[in-house]
């Protein structure tokens, strides 16, 4: 019973939205770029790259500055991609992992630029400190739970119905979705096609880069070219989980990051389970829920991974 207690703790629930929370970010991002019908395997990426320019600008000026600046490294990355894809209309798979490379490369490069002596791992920097939501915080167990996390914690779960609104009760998010789905007809009718996709990828990048910037200045506090561990890829798979609706999506990422808490949990209480299965456990649900779930009924928008040439 004791054992039981513990992996099902309020300490587990509290962890699950910090863990979801760069999960929900980059399936935000997600759902803004592939609504419009471009293809963003380069989250991951622009998560990394957000992640370093975050402890870069923490480093010099602060947190909340840092924060800012990771915010914007994910908007050019997203920028960048938005410009081979459209633009060029280059292959958008092979764009979106140029992101990522590129996004591994810079950082190892310029840390021993920055912080002599540092190969691959920054110093530790100042962070975004957790704030208590009066009232709520004073809730018993809701409290717990959610009353007292960090401010991006709150930022994204906010997000996720302005998201929503965005794509599906504005104009804009009809002319995002009208792109992704018949490009051509939304041109016949004054649609801006590439523009439509320039401010959807670049929304992408800069939801992906706020993610990144959490991990390396909120629930860390130091970078590490490896502290993204997939998460811009499981986003994208928590998009598809949740049918490219950011509710949906919400809902796959408090399950890995529940699942990810609930491991945590059984290696500190001592399951007799080696701990590199533990690690794999939330992979293995999302990879079940995901495949086994709905991997035979989600369906794209129709113009994703398409490139639009005006003529």
């Known amino acids: 019973m004791i054992m039981l207690a513990k992996l099902f703790s309020l300490d587990v629930f509290a962890s699950t939205f910090r863990i979801a929370t760069p999960l929900i970010l980059a399936a935000l991002g997600g759902c803004m770029s592939e609504r419009s019908g471009v293809i963003n395997i380069g989250l ?19 947190p909340w500055v840092g924060l800012l600046m990771g915010l914007l490294a994910g908007g050019i990355m997203g920028l960048m991609h938005a410009f081979m894809s459209v633009t060029i209309g280059a292959n958008q798979v092979i764009s979106a992992t140029a992101i990522n490379i590129i996004a591994v490369g810079i950082p190892n490069i310029l840390i021993p630029v920055i912080w002599p002596g540092h190969f691959g791992i920054s110093p530790t920097v100042g962070v975004i400190k957790d704030i208590s939501i009066p009232g709520i915080s004073s809730i018993p167990v809701i409290g717990h739970v959610i009353g007292h996390q960090n401010p991006v914690v709150y930022a994204a779960l906010i997000l996720v119905p302005v998201v929503h609104i965005l794509l599906f009760r504005t104009r804009l998010g009809l002319r995002i979705r009208s792109v992704g789905e018949h490009p051509r007809a939304a041109d016949t009718l004054g649609v801006n096609v590439y523009m439509m996709r320039y401010v959807a990828v670049t929304m992408s990048g800069l939801l992906a880069g706020l993610g990144g910037a959490f991990l390396s200045i909120c629930y860390q506090s130091q970078f590490s070219s490896s502290m993204t561990a997939g998460r811009g890829f499981i986003g994208l798979a928590a998009m598809i989980f949740g049918r490219w609706s950011p509710r949906g999506a919400l809902l796959a990422c408090l399950l890995f990051g529940f699942a990810d808490a609930f491991q945590a949990g059984a290696q500190a209480a001592g399951v007799g389970i080696p701990p590199d299965l533990m690690l794999a456990f939330p992979y293995v649900i999302t990879l079940i829920a995901l495949v086994g779930l709905f991997g035979k009924t989600a369906v794209s928008p129709a113009a994703n991974g398409k490139p639009y040439l005006k003529g």
Request: aromatic share 22%.
């Open 44 to 62: 991951e990426g622009m998560m990394l790259m957000g992640a370093f320019t975050a402890v870069v600008g923490s480093f010099f000026f602060g």
